[in-house]
């Protein structure tokens, strides 16, 4: 059932307005599920609030996209999972990394799957990580900061991947070469 309004610059509600348009300029186009989001301001502003902040933190850009895209697997949203392997493209990331990622299984820099399984503990515990699972995050090198910008991407992205299942989001047309669909 679809009752959510895909909105464009002229019909978003008029508190949602400067933000569809700041990511509109962004992306050169409107994103589907920005355009749903519209339909609450405090919504698309939170996420967008969220996600900036996380941009902000201590992990790298490859990082970052490691804790989106296990997010966006473990919570089957297609449209974050296309987006942000476009970003890791973008990012020079090794086809292998990408595809372990969109796999959701062990991913081939050992750091890097260190900070995969911290995400899917603190998605797993609902934050309540057991000190074991937290002890081998910070001996893979991440520092306790590190932990907690985890936690505020997993905020960012749960955000976003609910709002785009609850909406069903479609998968906009410049994504279309990275499609994904969750594994049976």
């Known amino acids: 059932m679809s009752v959510f309004t895909a909105h464009t610059l002229q019909t978003a509600p008029a508190a949602a307005r ?11 186009w409107l994103p589907t599920p920005v355009a749903l989001m519209a339909e609450s301001p405090q919504l698309l502003a939170g996420f967008l609030a969220a996600s900036a902040g996380f941009e902000q933190t201590a992990l790298a850009p490859l990082e970052r996209e490691v804790v989106i895209l296990t997010v966006s697997t473990s919570n089957e949203c297609h449209f974050c999972v296309a987006l942000h392997t476009g970003k890791l493209t973008g990012l020079g990331a090794d086809t292998d990394l990408i595809d372990a990622l969109r796999a959701a299984t ?55 991947t609910f709002a785009n299942r609850l909406t069903r989001a479609p998968l906009d047309a410049p994504l279309a070469a990275h499609a994904w669909t969750p594994a049976a």
């Not at 400067?18 to 050169?28: I, L, N, S, T």
């Not at 515990?125 to 937290?134: F, S, T, Y």
């Open 18 to 28: 400067r933000a569809v348009e700041g990511v509109r300029g962004r992306f050169g």
């Open 106 to 160: 062990t991913l081939p820099d050992p750091r890097l799957e260190a900070l995969r399984r911290f995400t899917l503990a603190v998605l797993d515990h609902r934050g309540a990580v057991p000190d074991d699972e937290l002890a081998d995050f910070l001996a893979a090198g991440y520092q306790p900061r590190h932990a907690l910008d985890v936690v505020l991407g997993v905020g960012a992205y749960t955000i976003s």
